[in-house]
């Protein structure tokens, strides 16, 4: 009894991390076709690895990009090849218990220098989406005051305009 239960639980075991890390490298698959899309100028290939009602949110207090939007801000640079390319320095990604979610952080070697890059993936079928997408410039935090007094004016205002218009 003990040995068949033993043997239960070893297979359910392989068969969890088995299933665990296939969905981890398809997850990490379409991230990295995503980043190479956008490196690559590929506009359609870019967007059809996002969910149709997708969020990219930029680096500026002002950049919460609807997909409809996200597309129209970024049609110009894909059309002209003059887009962004991040290469990932480091990835960190996490399942729902269902395996349908994933969400992920990544840290990111960029034209800004090292970028966060965090997000959502979901599950549909077999193909996996981007729903949400972060992406954060890093601070050093001996440099945080420095950083501030840079955004002082401006965000003060945006921060002004979003305190008028309440949640």
């Not at 729903?131 to 950083?147: D, F, G, Q, R």
Request: with cysteine; proline share 2%; charged share 25%.
């Amino acid at each position: 009894m003990k040995k068949s239960l033993l043997c239960s639980l070893s297979a359910f075991l392989l068969f969890a991390f088995t299933t665990n890390h296939k969905e981890e490298a398809k997850v990490n698959a379409v991230l990295d076709a995503w980043h190479k899309a956008a490196a690559e100028a590929q506009f359609d290939t870019y967007f059809s690895l996002m969910t149709p009602n997708g969020v990219f949110i930029g680096t500026d207090a002002t950049e919460n990009w609807q997909n409809d939007a996200f597309r129209a801000f970024a049609k110009p640079f894909f059309e002209k090849g003059k887009t962004w390319d991040f290469k990932v320095l480091e990835r960190h990604i996490y399942f729902s218990k269902d395996q349908k979610t994933a969400w992920f952080d990544e840290l990111l070697d960029t034209q800004m220098k090292i970028c966060r890059g965090s997000g959502v993936l979901v599950k549909s079928g077999k193909q996996w989406k981007i729903a949400h997408y972060v992406l954060s410039m890093t601070v050093p935090n001996n440099n945080t005051n420095e950083v501030v007094k840079i955004k002082d004016k401006i965000e003060s205002e945006i921060i002004q305009q979003l305190k008028n218009k309440g949640l």
